[in-house]
């Protein structure tokens, strides 16, 4: 049996909470099964963040593999993570990206266990990227004679 590979969604305060309970919205529970956030909350030290993701780390499977997006690369959330994975000899298999956000995380979520991890990078990154977009509006034609009452 292959092992899990798991989405780690991680940041500073809840966006990495608020991005899994989107991704619920959209993907099944099933894949929600492998989809673990965890943020480093205001007023938290860093030691005890990487306490927090200590013990979790603890509860998962020892042939856990892992997929990471953050949302800063070089953030205290993200080198502690990285560190712990390190202690643990996880971090050498796994994928670390940062500046996540929904399209990417989606992608991620979906594609992560029917992908090789250098694919998954790519595909993960791209997706990011073309999701930003300058979103512009038409303005709409104002007719003051056209009352719909």
């Known amino acids: 049996m292959e092992p899990m590979k798991y989405l ?3 940041s500073h305060g809840s966006f990495s909470t608020g991005l899994k309970g989107t991704l619920s919205m959209f993907a099944g529970d099933e894949a929600m099964k492998s ?3 965890v943020g ?4 938290e030290s860093v ?4 306490t927090r993701f200590k013990v979790l780390l603890e509860t998962l499977p020892d042939d856990s593999n892992f997929v990471v997006l953050a949302d800063i690369i ?6 502690t993570v990285c560190s712990v994975l390190n202690e643990h000899g996880k ?25 090789k991890n250098s694919e998954l990078k790519e595909k993960a990154l791209s997706e990011a ?10 303005p709409s034609d104002t007719d003051d004679n056209d009352d719909d009452i």
Do not use: C, R
């Not at 050498?92 to 266990?113: C, E």
């Open 47 to 50: 030691s005890k963040f990487e």
């Open 91 to 115: 971090l050498q298999d796994a994928v670390v990206l940062g500046g996540m956000n929904f399209p990417m995380a989606l992608t991620t979520l979906m594609s992560k266990d029917s992908m």
């Open 35 to 37: 989809v673990i956030a």
């Open 129 to 138: 990227a073309a999701a930003l977009k300058d979103f512009k509006t038409e």
């Open 40 to 43: 480093l909350k205001p007023d």
């Open 8 to 10: 780690l969604l991680v």
């Open 74 to 79: 070089g953030g205290s959330p993200l080198t």
